[in-house]
């Protein structure tokens, strides 16, 4: 598995930005896909995760009812839409992949993503 993350930049506080995370490497019927942040000095956390098939989503608390998670089959990339950006939303945003078997279930530990990719940086300024 093979994820590129993309789209990071400098925003204004109030504004949007997309990022991207194109996956290779494997059929993801039976993946999620997630996007995880860390601010400088602090931990990874969850932000928004998807099953690949099937469009079920959720978030953290924290960005709920402002980032949206999607996909683009024809193009192998899960998008993360964020509006209403503060500047507690800069941080390097990664996107990671699971493998989730015969049952779906809902994961926003860190450890239980197997796959990552490089991250962006997404910069939100006051």
């Known amino acids: 598995v093979q994820l590129q993350a993309s789209g990071g930049g400098l925003v204004q506080a109030g504004g949007s930005q997309t990022i991207s995370c194109e996956a290779s490497?494997?059929?993801?019927?039976?993946?999620?896909i997630a996007w995880f942040r860390q601010a400088p000095g602090k931990e990874r956390e969850f932000v928004a995760a998807?099953?690949?098939?099937?469009?079920?989503?959720y978030y953290a608390d924290s960005v709920k009812g402002r980032f949206t998670i999607s996909r683009d089959n024809a193009k192998n990339t899960v998008y993360l839409q964020m509006n209403s950006l503060i500047p507690e939303d800069t941080a390097i945003y990664f996107c990671a992949a699971r493998l989730w078997g015969n049952h779906w279930y809902k994961e926003d530990n860190v450890v239980k993503y197997a796959y990552w990719g490089q991250g962006t940086l997404v910069t939100v300024s006051s």
């Open positions: 490497g494997r059929t993801f019927n039976r993946y999620a």
């Open positions: 998807r099953r690949w098939n099937g469009g079920l989503t």
